[in-house]
Nanobody
Framework: QLQLVESGGGLVQPGGSLRLSCTAS????????IGWFRQVPGKEREGALC?????????YADSVKGRFTISRDVNAKNTVYLQMNSLKPEDTADYYC????????????????????WGQGTQVTVSS
C-alpha cells in the first residue's frame, strides 16, 4: 500500500522555523514529483507551494520563495523535507505533501488534482 506521512508541524512564533518531513512507505520517491501544499480550514487548498521533481529541479510559489526550501534525503530515498524559515502568521495552515508519478513529456504542475498520493497533513501554527 502506498502511503505518505507528514510530520514536523507545530506551534512556532513569527520569524521562527520548522522542518516538515514527508515519508513514503510502499514505494520510493525516485520516480515521483513531490509537492507541498497547504490548506487553511474552511478555505480551498492552495496550489503547490513548492515542488521537487525527480530530475532535481524545484519550483517555489512567490509566497514562499526565499523562505521555504524543499529537498530530498539523498540517503533515505523515501523522504522529502520542507524547511520553513521566517514564518509568518499567514503561513498558518495544514500542510500536505503529495506525489505525482513522473510521465515523460509532462511538465511540473502546481495543480493539486494532478497528484495521486496524499498524506494526512500536519498542522502548522504561527503565532506569538
Amino acid at each position: 500500500q502506498l502511503q505518505l506521512v507528514e510530520s514536523g508541524g507545530g506551534l512556532v512564533q513569527p520569524g521562527g522555523s520548522l522542518r516538515l518531513s514527508c515519508t513514503a512507505s510502499g514505494f520510493t520517491l525516485d520516480y515521483y514529483n513531490i509537492g507541498w501544499f497547504r490548506q487553511v480550514p474552511g478555505k480551498e487548498r492552495e496550489g503547490a507551494l513548492c515542488i521537487s521533481s525527480s530530475d532535481g529541479s524545484t519550483y517555489y510559489a512567490d509566497s514562499v520563495k526565499g523562505r521555504f526550501t524543499i529537498s530530498r534525503d539523498v540517503n533515505a530515498k523515501n523522504t522529502v523535507y520542507l524547511q520553513m524559515n521566517s514564518l509568518k502568521p499567514e503561513d498558518t495552515a495544514d500542510y500536505y505533501c503529495a506525489a505525482r508519478p513522473v510521465v515523460a513529456g509532462l511538465p511540473l504542475t502546481t495543480q493539486a488534482r494532478a497528484y495521486d498520493y496524499w498524506g494526512q497533513g500536519t498542522q502548522v501554527t504561527v503565532s506569538s
